[in-house]
């Protein structure tokens, strides 16, 4: 499957906020939003033009797409099944997102960023519901458990990210089992449970037109 591969906090300075792309570098003061909060490119240090209309709406698109790794195809694809289910598209939209399995593991604190999850995924580290699962987009559903496996609990990347998270907490939607390589999804995410700061309708309304 396509996915992107150049440097990711060219994409962050390019939204004008961070969107977590590289892990722990992102809460320190490498980040380069703290650094040089400036669009990528020759002219990047100009002041930003002011943006209206299909701008404003696109620019909404790509921060979504960019915080959960997925390109413009898989995008789409997810917002007509939102928009063929009843409800508020733009929340199911970023509902789907968020119960990506490789978005899950990374909101368990098992990965670093989504991009480190979705690794870990495909390297068929996890469980859903005692079942080694390796596709990141999978979808998880209410009551479903992810868990390490155990001969993959030993994993320094997967120890080194439970230590580097520790203290950040999880969602409320999740919940963490004893063990603490595994978690439950107690309930499906609410928009307030997203923290995600992006206007979802106007991706709606981009892609309405």
């Known amino acids: 499957?396509?996915?992107?591969?150049?440097?990711?906090?060219?994409?962050?300075?390019r939204e004008g906020m961070k969107l977590y792309l590289k892990g722990e570098r992102c809460y320190s003061d490498k980040c380069a939003i703290e650094k040089r909060n400036v669009p990528p490119g020759q002219h990047g240090r100009a002041r930003r033009a002011k943006i209206v209309g299909y701008g404003v709406q696109l620019r909404e698109k790509q921060k979504v797409k960019r915080t959960?790794?997925?390109?413009?195809?898989?995008?789409?694809?997810?917002?007509?099944?939102?928009?063929?289910?009843?409800?508020?598209?733009?929340?199911?939209?970023?509902?789907?997102?968020?119960r990506r399995l490789d978005n899950v593991v990374?909101?368990?604190?098992?990965?670093?960023?989504?991009?480190?999850?979705?690794?870990?995924?495909?390297?068929?580290?996890?469980?859903?519901?005692?079942?080694?699962?390796d596709i990141p987009s999978y979808q998880i559903r209410q009551g479903d458990i992810v868990s390490v496996r155990s001969a993959s609990a030993e994993n320094v990347t997967i120890q080194h990210a439970v230590e580097e998270v520790k203290?950040?907490?999880?969602?409320?939607?999740?919940?963490?089992?004893?063990?603490?390589?595994?978690?439950?999804?107690?309930?499906?995410?609410?928009?307030?449970q997203i923290n995600l700061p992006v206007?979802?309708?106007?991706i709606v309304e981009l892609y309405s037109k």
């Not at 007509?80 to 409800?87: H, L």
């Not at 368990?108 to 580290?125: E, N, P």
């Not at 206007?199 to 106007?202: C, I």
Request: charge should be positive; hydrophobic fraction near 35%; proline fraction near 2%.
């Open 68 to 98: 959960y790794g997925v390109l413009e195809n898989q995008f789409r694809r997810y917002f007509e099944a939102a928009d063929r289910q009843k409800g508020i598209t733009g929340q199911l939209l970023l509902q789907m997102l968020e």
């Open 199 to 202: 206007e979802e309708q106007l």
């Open 106 to 133: 990374y909101r368990l604190g098992f990965a670093t960023s989504r991009a480190q999850g979705r690794q870990l995924v495909r390297h068929g580290h996890f469980l859903v519901n005692g079942k080694k699962v």
């Open 167 to 192: 203290g950040r907490g999880i969602p409320e939607w999740l919940t963490m089992e004893a063990t603490g390589l595994a978690g439950r999804v107690s309930s499906l995410p609410t928009r307030e």
């Open 1 to 13: 499957m396509a996915r992107y591969i150049g440097a990711v906090c060219r994409l962050c300075r």
